[in-house]
Structure formats: structure tokens, C-alpha cells
């Protein structure tokens, strides 16, 4: 078997101490890593074997948990995914932008959580007895959704989407598109309560389609489609509601 | 230990210089202003042919102007840009499902381009070209 070929890389790293910092500030790593690691196990090799105070967030190294998302280079990515052989010179790795820094690349996600809270992310089911059985659902009505069922909740698509980042009240990408996903599922009864958060101001109608949450979401989620196709199911609900003779959304 | 997480401010102004993809959205975003203007001077040349034979004249000298010319190829590219990014949205907005797969997207693109082209031609054989 022939060796893992070895290369010197270098990493700028944003540390901020939240204890004795007033300003983050980048430090300058070098350290022997395979050809073939990622990002993240650079910073893994740091932090046993240079400096035990680097904090990041890690969990399954796999593009699946969405624990480790980081900019680098300034561009949000997940640093499991992130390979050394794609970045020449010097890699900037920096903590998820339009979030607070808790410490080093560690952010605050409770915004995010909030927000995700408000759109209901779950099957609102029809009241049946359950001696009727499951809910039963065809493939065809599962790929209706499926795509947006995939969403690992990185937040790498609110750290690309400048609108979340001027304007934070912004329920963002990954929240609606999630609630759009469970508007489409046919075991679903809530897209009415949905709605009253999704088709506002804060809502779909704060995105101008800027498509950065698409490019950077790692699981092909595809949230700024779920978002125009939300901004239609509103539309259609409002023209019912107000210019229908006796509409009902 | 007490949180005090850093806040980081987004420039409100210069936020787009910050990367590529956001320099290709104010692009699409001001071409916008183009198509506005050009709103503006069909609703002047509205007003023009409303103020008789000689206004008319007056106004289809101004048109054949370097400058209105110079306006018009930019107003056209832009025009033309706007309408690419509107119809490759199109894919996105109006997914078609038919049983279990999606029809790809560049059909529904690409159907647009077509009904696009198909108008086009329409218009400028109303308008007399052919």
C-alpha cells in the first residue's frame, strides 16, 4: 500500500475568547496533514497536537449531524467536507457568519432554533382512531417533499443569504423551506397555521431570491425553489381570500 | 462563566462586494432600473402622440439620437438579462411532477424561451417588420 502522501498546511483561524477578548483576531496555525483530510481534520490535528483551547463544533465527520459548518475561505461550508487537496496557500477558517461568536468557531444557533420552532416543523396529523391504521402515503406523494426533507439544520444557508444578515428577523432558508416541506406532505393538516408565519413580511416575502442559500447547502436541499414556490401558495391564498366572492384560503 | 457572544455588523452598503455570487444578484437587480426607464419612455411617447403630429415627429427625431441609441442597445442587453434570470427561475418556482419523477428543469426553462421567442415574433409582425 503506498503512504498517505503529507503536505504542510497553513490555517488562519478566527479565535475570540469571549472572557478576555473585546475583538476576534486571526491566528496563524501550520500543520503536517494527509493529502486527502478535510478541513476539519486539520483542525482536529491543532488542537491535539498545537493549541488544546481551539473551539469548534464536530460530530459525525460524515456531512450528516451539520455540526461543523464554518466559513472557509469565505464561503459557508461543512469543515468534514471541506477537502485540504481544494484550497491552495493559506486556508481562512472563520466561525459561520450572521451569527454570534460564542467562542473561537462556535456560534450561537438560537435564533435559528427560534425560528425553526415558529414554522411547525412536524406532521400536523389528521385526527383518525388508530384502529383505522397508518396514514398511508403513495411514492409519488413522497417525492412531492422529499427533497426538503433532507435538510440537516447546518445553517450554512442563513450564512449565505445576505438578507438573514441585514435583516435578522428574517424567518430565513432553512425554517421555510421546512415548512414547506410539510405543507407538501399529504399526512399534513397544519399549513394553515404554517402559513401565518410563512407568508409574511418576516416571512417568504423578506427573501428577493438571491439563490446563495441553493449554492451552499450541502445536501442538495434547494431552499431558495422551496421559498419561490411558497411566495406562489401565498399569492394564491391571498387572490382567494380578498378577490374571491366568499374565498377561504 | 457568563455568555458574551460577538456580534459581527453587515455593511449595509457594501455587503454585495463581499462575494461573486452577491455582485451576480445586484447585476440582475439593476437591470431592473433599465427596464423601468425604458416603462417611462413608452408612457412619454404616450403622451407625445397625444400632443399631436409635430410632438410626435419631435420625439421620433430624439429617438434616432446617439445617446437614445446608446440607451436603447443597453436597455435591450439588459432587458435580455433579466428575462435569462426570470426564466431560469421559472424551474425552481413551478416544479412539474408527473407520478414520481420531476420533469427536468430545462424543459420548463426552456419552454418558456420558446413561448418567449414564439410572442416575440408575434409582436414584431404585428408591428409590421415582416
Not at chain 1, 486571526?26 to 494527509?34: A, T
Not at chain 1, 450564512?159 to 428574517?170: I, M, N, R
Request: glycine share 6%; with cysteine; aromatic share 10%.
Amino acid at each position: 500500500m503506498t503512504p498517505l502522501k503529507e503536505r504542510l498546511v497553513q490555517l488562519d483561524v478566527l479565535r475570540y475568547n469571549p472572557d478576555t477578548d473585546t475583538e476576534a483576531h486571526f491566528q496563524r496555525y501550520e500543520v503536517i496533514c494527509h493529502e486527502e483530510w478535510v478541513v476539519l481534520d486539520a483542525l482536529n490535528k491543532i488542537k491535539e497536537s498545537i493549541d488544546p483551547t481551539l473551539n469548534y463544533r464536530w460530530s459525525c465527520h460524515m456531512a450528516v449531524c451539520g455540526s461543523c459548518g464554518m466559513m472557509i475561505n469565505g464561503e459557508p461550508k461543512l469543515s468534514c467536507h471541506s477537502f485540504l487537496r481544494d484550497y491552495e496557500g493559506v486556508i481562512r477558517v472563520e466561525p459561520l457568519t450572521h451569527f454570534p461568536v460564542e467562542r473561537d468557531l462556535v456560534t450561537a444557533p438560537d435564533d435559528f432554533m427560534e425560528k425553526l420552532k415558529r414554522v411547525k416543523p412536524y406532521v400536523i396529523g389528521k385526527k383518525k382512531p388508530i384502529e383505522e391504521g397508518e396514514h398511508k402515503q403513495t411514492p409519488a406523494q413522497l417525492m412531492k417533499f422529499r427533497q426538503y426533507s433532507m435538510c440537516i439544520n447546518c445553517m450554512l444557508c442563513y450564512a449565505a443569504c445576505p438578507e438573514y444578515g441585514l435583516t435578522p428577523h428574517f424567518v430565513g432558508p432553512a425554517a421555510l423551506t421546512l415548512a414547506h416541506r410539510y405543507n407538501l406532505d399529504s399526512r399534513d393538516e397544519g399549513r394553515k397555521e404554517r402559513m401565518e408565519v410563512v407568508a409574511t413580511a418576516e416571512g417568504v416575502w423578506e427573501c428577493t431570491f438571491v439563490g446563495a442559500c441553493s449554492e451552499v447547502c450541502p445536501a442538495h436541499v434547494d431552499p431558495a425553489s422551496a421559498l419561490q414556490q411558497l411566495k406562489i401558495v401565498g399569492s394564491i391564498d391571498w387572490i382567494v381570500e380578498h378577490l374571491l366572492p366568499g374565498g377561504k384560503p | 462563566m457568563s455568555r458574551r457572544p460577538l456580534i459581527r455588523e453587515v455593511p449595509p452598503a457594501t455587503w454585495f462586494l463581499r462575494h461573486p455570487r452577491y455582485m451576480r444578484y445586484m447585476a440582475r437587480e439593476v437591470t431592473s432600473l433599465f427596464i423601468g426607464a425604458y416603462c417611462v419612455l413608452l408612457v412619454v411617447a404616450m403622451q407625445r402622440l397625444s400632443a399631436g403630429p409635430a410632438a410626435w415627429q419631435g420625439f421620433l427625431e430624439a429617438l434616432r439620437s446617439p445617446g437614445s441609441i446608446a440607451f436603447h442597445i443597453l436597455a435591450m442587453a439588459a432587458a435580455f438579462y433579466h428575462a435569462g434570470t426570470w426564466f431560469n427561475a421559472t424551474q425552481k418556482a413551478m416544479p412539474l411532477q408527473i407520478g414520481e419523477e420531476f420533469v427536468k428543469g430545462s424543459y420548463i426553462s426552456g419552454a418558456h424561451y420558446l413561448v418567449w421567442a414564439v410572442l416575440s415574433v408575434a409582436v414584431l409582425f404585428l408591428a409590421g417588420v415582416f
